[in-house]
């Protein structure tokens, strides 16, 4: 039996929050600090002594004996080195200790993370920065503390620097356009993300005996189960004792973390499941994430489990992915993607969802690689997830409001007359959540956009700082034409004007069909021009296009050399990964599964031997037979692993990161695909006594 917990005693009990804040720091510290985070200005050094005092104070009575800056380097994961608070004192003993300096500023040793060229161009050293917007807290009895990460000469190492530089494009952009409304009393205008989290649980036994689960996070061979996803049995299902007791392990680990965690399912694929917060501001909502992830594996294993957040770890069923539910809020409560209530608010409402349909058009290809990783690829345009072509759903009463104004028809929903922005009120939108296109990888979803091409291990920073970023270059060049006319008569008619250009301009990116159609892939590409980067190698380099860096630099998101850094570290990765996985095949199948099909080739014609030799009529059909597909088989497998090792040796000669990525896409990957073939094959013949391998059955039901 758990325990009955007080929850809202427990939120945010690991959490430096703005409760603890208020109660300890003075008047005047807590003061200068909220400035900071609300409005940005610079922290003063004497309130850092005090913050860090306090903090300390409270993280040593929380148990905490160390503090880190914490951060998240282009690895993808977050990164922390520990120093504890003691300090020596004359008389031999210590005194737990932590300055303002340490608080605001650290140095870890940034030559082993991955900086694409950056460190040899500039400063070899980085240093991390804390960023008050988002709370301390304790981990491992470890007081950490959010940072940005930056070479001495500024440019970003990390994943946060860039989210809070385009957090900053969009608000600076939104409040022009929120100016000509007449929104003065809008100070802020910051984004919202809810991601929703998939992930599988297997059980910890077998997933130490499968080498590639070890190696790479997911599988490599394994022949389909006999029973798989489609009795549909698994999906929001009763949820299995041992992933209920591990689901409630896992909610009070993040409420004491403050992190929202509110809803839980299980998913389609067996195995499956899925857990989303209640959302919050970006920045957040992607440190909360790095960290939910973390802790998912974490707890995991108390549970004698084992969390895969790879995108594909089983062929055959779903892979896991996360939604990134998006929405753009001011600092008075009003979520500029819900309509409102009156003509001047729907035309505010209107001119925001233009500025996301042409951002999602203009800038396809930059959302398409933000996601891009070669876990990723397994999904995006297998009929599972959203295409890897970028299309907005807007759901037929919206598409029908739109459609209106570009025809200057009347809406049939509505009073019959031609909706005349900024006259007519728009009508309400049922929010109907059952009205959902899961096909589509941008769905508007009422009152926010659902981005579902995410991959379930990536940071969701990427995403975010390209959607950001390019609604932020739409809304400037709204502004830059709205103010033209601002406090004049013909201001509502050029608004009308262009929201109504924009609806025609950027009505290719407008698909409320079925995305997983073989149709839709020949309309996207042949007839409306949308872009299809099937993998990452061909996603990747349009970071470099001409179109792509004006729009980054001009909003000050990334520098040119942070773009190439970029660019080059990410494909580094796809290479990598992939090659690690080639190597682990090699490894398998010639340390384990050559041998074990042989050892059973060889329990077999020592059958027939000596069932000839009782009489020499017996045919022993099941044994030949078996022995002339093995043997056949067996063949092939040297031959395809053969291949195999030769693209590798090719891959590591390559210099170039566009050739070898390149190669990785037309070589590594269908040699690979065609030794599982050939050894998934075996797998079906082979006596699994002998097989060296736990299969797909017992890595997905085994979990009870
Ligand atoms: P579902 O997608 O399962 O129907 P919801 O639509 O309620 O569930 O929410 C999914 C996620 O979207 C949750 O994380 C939720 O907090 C988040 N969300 C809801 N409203 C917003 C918003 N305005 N901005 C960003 N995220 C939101
Ligand atoms: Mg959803």
Redesign the pocket.
Known sequence: MMEKINVPELFGSLVFDDREMRARLSKEVYASLRKTIDENVRLDEKVAEAVAEEMKEWAVEHGATHFTHWFQPLTGVTAEKHDSFIEPTRDGGVLMEFSGKELIKGEPDASSFPSGGLRATFEARGYTAWDPTSYAFIKDHTLCIPTAFCSYSGEALDKKTPLLRSMQAINREALRVLKLFGNEDVKHVST???P?QEYFLIDQKLYSQRTDLVYTGRTLFGCRPPKGQEMDDHYFGVIKPRVTAYMEDLNNELWKLGILA??EHNEVAPAQHEL????STTNIATDHNQLTMEIMQKVAKRHGMVCLLHEKPFAGVNGSGK?N???IATDTGV?LLSPGETPYENAQFLLFLCAVIQAVDDYQDLLRLSVATAGNDHRLGANEAPPAIISVFLGEELSGILNAIRDDKPYEGVEKVIMKLGVHVLPRFSRD?TDRNRTSPFAF?G??F?FRSLGSSNSIACANIMLNTAVAESLRQYADELEKVAGKDDFEEVLHNLIKRVITEHQRILFDGNGYGDEWVKEATEVRGLSNLKTTADAMPKLLDPKNMDMLIRHKVFNEAEIHSRCEIMLENYVKTVNIEGLTMVDMVRKDYLPAIEEYLYTLSRAVDSMKSVSVNVKCRYEISTIEKLTDLTDNILSSVEALEIVLEKLHGLDDIFESSAAVRDELIPAMNTLRGYVDAAEMLTSAKYWPYPSYGKLLFSVQ
């Open positions: 919202s993300v809810g929703e509110k809803t989303a917060p209640i959302y939604h539910n998006w929405s979520n959540t979803t009152n926010k659902e």
